[in-house]
């Protein structure tokens, strides 16, 4: 397991007391997915919405209670141990990308239960973010890596 994947274990184990089952997301859920050294830059993390809107403080705090620095409050990011976590809204994957979160699935490891995407469901995560005009001027090549990436793997047996 790498330092990140255990990075981000132990914030799901941290979010729990919350009740919020994570997601892990980007680069590193889909090198967990996929068992390919992907190089996430940072550990990105889908939660409920409601915990980076009304119920932001609450999280705030226990994230800060445990050693996790906020970096940028705009973008819900904090650092610990040199590792950065983002987190967003789980809920906006259905207008994004067209993901149900009935249909995400939820794995355990080590005891930490935490949502991944399918690679059908990184398909539409990439593609939809090769469309998104941020992401198209600063990681369009890298999304495009990881559209290709994926449908080998989907598509090459």
């Given at each position: 397991m790498n330092s990140k994947t255990a990075a981000f274990l132990e914030n799901a184990r941290l979010l729990r007391t919350l009740g919020?089952?994570?997601?892990?997301?980007?680069?590193?859920?889909?090198?967990?997915l996929t068992g390919k050294p992907?190089?996430?830059?940072?550990?990105?993390?889908?939660?409920?919405?409601?915990?980076?809107?009304?119920?932001?403080?609450?999280?705030?705090?226990?994230?800060?209670k445990h050693g996790y620095t906020l970096i940028d409050e705009h973008e819900h990011e904090f650092e610990k141990d040199g590792v950065h976590f983002a987190y967003a809204c789980i809920e906006e994957l259905g207008s994004f990308a067209g993901i149900r979160l009935t249909d995400i699935a939820q794995r355990t490891d080590n005891g930490v239960?935490?949502?991944?995407?399918?690679?059908?469901?990184y398909l539409k995560v990439y593609t939809?973010?090769?469309?998104?005009?941020?992401?198209?001027?600063?990681?369009?090549?890298?999304?495009?890596?990881?559209?290709r990436f994926i449908e080998s793997l989907l598509y090459s047996s």
């Amino acid at each position: 397991m790498n330092s990140k994947t255990a990075a981000f274990l132990e914030n799901a184990r941290l979010l729990r007391t919350l009740g919020i089952l994570p997601l892990m997301y980007g680069s590193l859920g889909l090198e967990y997915l996929t068992g390919k050294p992907l190089n996430a830059d940072d550990v990105d993390i889908l939660i409920p919405g409601v915990y980076v809107g009304e119920k932001w403080q609450a999280l705030k705090a226990l994230l800060e209670k445990h050693g996790y620095t906020l970096i940028d409050e705009h973008e819900h990011e904090f650092e610990k141990d040199g590792v950065h976590f983002a987190y967003a809204c789980i809920e906006e994957l259905g207008s994004f990308a067209g993901i149900r979160l009935t249909d995400i699935a939820q794995r355990t490891d080590n005891g930490v239960p935490f949502q991944l995407l399918s690679l059908e469901q990184y398909l539409k995560v990439y593609t939809a973010s090769a469309k998104d005009g941020y992401r198209i001027n600063t990681r369009n090549k890298k999304d495009h890596e990881k559209i290709r990436f994926i449908e080998s793997l989907l598509y090459s047996s």
